[in-house]
């Protein structure tokens, strides 16, 4: 490669205003997903199933022009189901949480797979945590007690929702372990369009079993339609369209674009309110979810 040619590859991964815009939208897209949910008269579960089952067309297009070099071996295509499950245990999970909690609190603990990772990376190399990973930690686990606290003081209800939001955490942790070996071989919209279909079913079967309706109401599908758009299409879309032109450290930044953005639709729409302590619960967290982002990668022994 000569002198000229890597100058030019240069400029074209540094990031200009609109990678910047994309990663900012991307965010903001996810963000309106919680209000979606709450909007749609299906079940929370069913929604997922919505979610999951309407872009894939559109999936299916991403994935045939991206033309992945991998093959679908055994092993990948159980990588693949594994992911599926999991993002399905999450957002149905996510989803009943959102129900039962403020919009804010369900965006925060549903981004928590970060700070699990972490947890999950130092357990299985038997090491003590970095300093990074430690402060990640503690303030998650401190941020996580004053809004759970804060929950609990407004009922016993919406701490359940801040419960099922932080499980459904757990479960985008193990979506992702999975996944991101699955993404070296297949790539991402190959990956993605397969998730969607394993995770699908999964969804509708629980749907069922919970005795949800599936169908849209006097709703119509409008909510769920623009669920699917704009947390599968709009929102995963720009992500991985702007993610390789940030570092970590702005990556977890904006990420704190959706617990904002989503704090401020439960304030308009559902005359949800949060007091000085919630703020406080709501910054520790963030500022776990950015350290975990940040936290160096394990080393291989």
Known sequence: MTETTAGVLEDRDRPALWHFAALLGGNAA?????WLVRLADTG????????????????????WRERAA??????????????????????????IGIERTRLGNATLFGNAGSVILVVWGVVAMRRLPYPRETAAIVAA????????????????????GDLFCLVAGLFYAFYLLPAQKARARLGQWTVLLLVCLAASPVLLAAAL???????????????????????????????????RYFSPLV??????TQPAIAASVGWLAFDEILSPLDLA?????????IL??????????
């Not at 996810?30 to 919680?34: I, T, V």
């Not at 929370?44 to 991403?62: H, K, Q």
């Not at 709501?282 to 979810?289: D, E, T, Y």
Request: glycine share 14%; net charge positive.
């Open 30 to 34: 996810l963000a309106l997903g919680p």
């Open 44 to 63: 929370p579960v069913a929604a997922g199933f919505w979610r999951m089952v309407l872009p894939l067309p559109v999936l299916a297009l991403l994935a």
């Open 70 to 95: 991998g093959a679908l071996d055994r092993r990948l295509a159980g990588l693949v189901v594994a992911a599926g499950v999991f993002f399905a245990l999450d957002l149905a999970s996510w989803h």
């Open 141 to 160: 686990l401190a941020g996580g007690a004053i809004l759970m606290g804060e929950s609990l003081s407004i009922s016993s209800r919406t701490l359940a």
């Open 209 to 243: 079993l919970l005795g949800e309706p599936v169908q849209p109401g006097p709703a119509g599908w409008g909510p769920v339609v623009g669920l699917a758009v704009s947390s599968q299409l709009i929102g995963q879309g720009l992500l991985v369209y702007s993610l």
């Open 251 to 256: 990556i977890g930044l904006a990420l704190l």
């Open 281 to 289: 619960g709501m910054a520790l967290v963030g500022g776990a979810l």
């Open 292 to 301: 975990a982002r940040t936290a160096p990668p394990p080393k291989a022994y």
